[in-house]
């Protein structure tokens, strides 16, 4: 019988099969992250400027910056900042109660902070889903991105007060505009600054 050519065996260096097993776990733990990334049904929200400091609470009310885009990149809607007259009264920015807003809106607006602005895309199950206005911008159906700027958020119980406070003032131009009740003395002048 001819003999086989023998290739010896060399042992493993030290340490050399616990470096195998932490490459196989960084590799499977790499694939699962950009598998969920990748997933069309979950909001997502990504940084693009990090803000600092608490993030809003699910019924606080958020003043942004928004630009709403389609998939297709066709904007649907901007915000206009609220133009008050009332300066340190609101900040600037759209107010957007989150207890009102679509679920995937919440949910990516609960994990953002002041002064930060972000990418957000929110898949049409947690948007409107079918659930659209007849001709509108947004056809039925469809997925939702957004670039957002965090300018402020309040709790929901401060911006109704604010609001109170915005109005009685207003009634109080107003009845001082037109003389105010009959019998009823000026209103006193504004506090000099």
Do not use: H
Request: proline share 13%; no cysteine; hydrophobic share 40%.
């Amino acid at each position: 019988m001819a003999e086989v050519t023998r290739v010896p065996l060399q042992p493993i260096a030290k340490g050399s099969l616990t470096k195998l097993w932490i490459g196989v776990i960084i590799a499977v733990l790499l694939a699962g992250g950009i598998a969920w990334a990748a997933q069309p049904g979950v909001t997502r929200v990504s940084t693009i400027t990090a803000g600092a400091g608490a993030f809003p609470g699910e019924t606080d009310v958020v003043f942004v910056r928004y630009t709403g885009k389609l998939a297709d990149g066709t904007v649907f809607d901007e915000s206009q900042d609220i133009p008050l007259p009332i300066p340190d009264m609101f900040p600037a920015g759209a107010p957007l109660p989150l207890d009102q807003m679509v679920p995937g809106f919440k949910k990516a607006l609960v994990k953002t902070q002041k002064g930060g602005k972000y990418e957000i895309f929110i898949p049409a199950r947690e948007g409107y889903g079918d659930d659209v206005p007849p001709g509108g911008p947004i056809p039925p159906g469809s997925d939702l991105y957004f670039d957002i700027e965090v300018v402020d958020f309040m709790p929901r119980a401060e911006f109704d007060r604010r609001v109170g406070m915005y109005q009685q003032l207003m009634m109080q131009q107003q009845q001082g505009q037109m003389g105010g009740p009959e019998g009823a003395p000026p209103p006193p002048p504004p506090p000099a600054e």
